[in-house]
């Protein structure tokens, strides 16, 4: 199936590893140039050289975007060079520590919530004048079961994500009849190198985590890519304000 995006440019922030990188994958093989964001230059070098050899061009953003005003002038750099971006895929997550609340104290609070809710609302006001200009534009945001089943230890990491939901939903209304669509692919795992650390050495872990979906199997991260891929193309247009369910059917609390 022709995606229909080939020769656009995308922003893919938190591309440097994980369900990021195989997204910044992922719409490179559909022909798209990509704009990497991510704190790591190292991980951000080996990608670039990974979507250059797929024919596409890379430019890459080692930026920390919590940090607005560097994000906005790396974001401006690199659309200079790769031309206006119409794709804005939000893929970046402060990392996930258990906590229960009342134990949270407020540097954490400010750092969760600046990674995974602000720096998503302006990332987006970066990006839709140039979507805009276009009378066409994609935003995909990496979400997460945890938006409505909640998870242990990680209340505000769930209402990070449940803000996510509610933007999307808000700028599909607001920017639909410009072209625009704006959506939310929403994993509970995926098998990427945290994870794999995470359950090394315990194949009861492991097991159990299995036995939560209802297909006993824990996604990889490219299954995860490949929705967000097709929702990011021309294809798509139909389908915005949507929040899509990538579990391997960890949503359908299947648990027999």
Not at 30 to 58: K, Y
Not at 128 to 137: S, T
């Amino acid at each position: 199936m022709d995606l229909g995006i080939s020769g656009r440019v995308a922003v893919v922030a938190g591309a440097s590893q994980g369900i990021g990188r195989e997204i910044a994958l992922g719409l490179a093989r559909e022909g798209v140039d990509v704009l990497a964001v991510a704190r790591s230059a190292e991980r951000l070098t080996t990608l670039a050289g990974e979507v250059t050899a797929l024919g596409r061009r890379c430019h890459v953003a080692a930026v920390d975007v919590s940090d607005r005003t560097a994000t906005r002038i790396a974001l401006d750099a690199g659309a200079a060079v790769l031309g206006e971006p119409t794709i804005l895929v939000l893929a970046v997550a402060a990392v996930y520590r258990p906590e229960k609340l009342q134990f949270v104290d407020a540097g954490r609070t400010d750092e969760l919530l600046a990674v995974d809710l602000r720096s998503q609302v302006e990332l987006c006001q970066w990006a839709l004048p140039h979507m805009m200009q276009a009378r066409w534009g994609r935003i995909v945001g990496v979400g997460s079961l945890a938006a409505r089943t909640g998870v242990a230890g990680g209340a505000l990491y769930a209402a990070a994500k449940a803000g996510l939901e509610g933007l999307m939903r808000g700028l599909a209304v607001d920017y639909g009849r410009r072209g625009i669509t704006a959506n939310v692919v929403a994993p509970s795992l995926a098998r990427t190198e945290r994870l794999v650390a995470r359950i090394a050495g315990d194949p009861d872990h492991e097991q159990k985590l299995e036995r939560a979906t209802a297909s006993r199997r824990i996604p990889e991260p490219r299954e995860i890519a490949d929705v967000v891929t097709f929702l990011c193309s021309e294809r798509a247009g139909a389908i915005t304000g949507a929040v899509v369910d990538a579990t391997a059917g960890a949503h359908l609390n299947n648990l027999w």
